[in-house]
């Protein structure tokens, strides 16, 4: 299995911008199709954007579509996740997950692997 580990959390004003990473070990990035979840407190953990295996595409969660954007890097072996217009619904913990599908799935049990979480806050 791929391990992961996210870096680039912190804390942000409304309206500003955070660009995640997520470093993959083990195994390639482009093996998976990659997922970018979060978790704000005393909530589920929710499907935030995913990238096919292919890198050719992309999926988002309603609540960010046009504000975030996923790319994938082949040759860092990195899933980045930048986030812009940010506000303070935004805050959770984002996880980064690697599940062996070709396409994207907003499930999270069709993911394998998943890194420890970085807290993104977001003050009002």
């Known amino acids: 299995q791929v391990q992961l580990v996210e870096s680039g959390g912190g804390l942000v004003q409304t309206g500003g911008s955070l660009r995640l990473s997520c470093a993959a070990s083990g195994r390639t990035v482009g093996n998976y199709a990659m997922g970018w979840f979060r978790q704000a407190p005393g909530k589920e953990r929710e499907f935030v954007a995913g990238?096919?295996?292919?890198?050719?595409?992309?999926v988002y969660a309603d609540s960010v579509k046009g504000r975030f954007t996923i790319s994938g890097n082949n040759a860092k072996n990195t899933v980045d996740l930048s986030m812009n217009s940010l506000k303070p619904e935004d805050t959770a913990v984002y996880y980064c997950?690697?599940?062996?599908?070709?396409?994207?799935?907003?499930?999270?049990?069709?993911?394998?692997?998943w890194g420890q979480g970085t807290q993104v806050t977001v003050s009002s």
């Open positions: 990238i096919s295996r292919s890198g050719g595409g992309t």
């Open positions: 997950a690697a599940s062996p599908l070709g396409y994207v799935s907003r499930g999270s049990s069709s993911y394998e692997s």
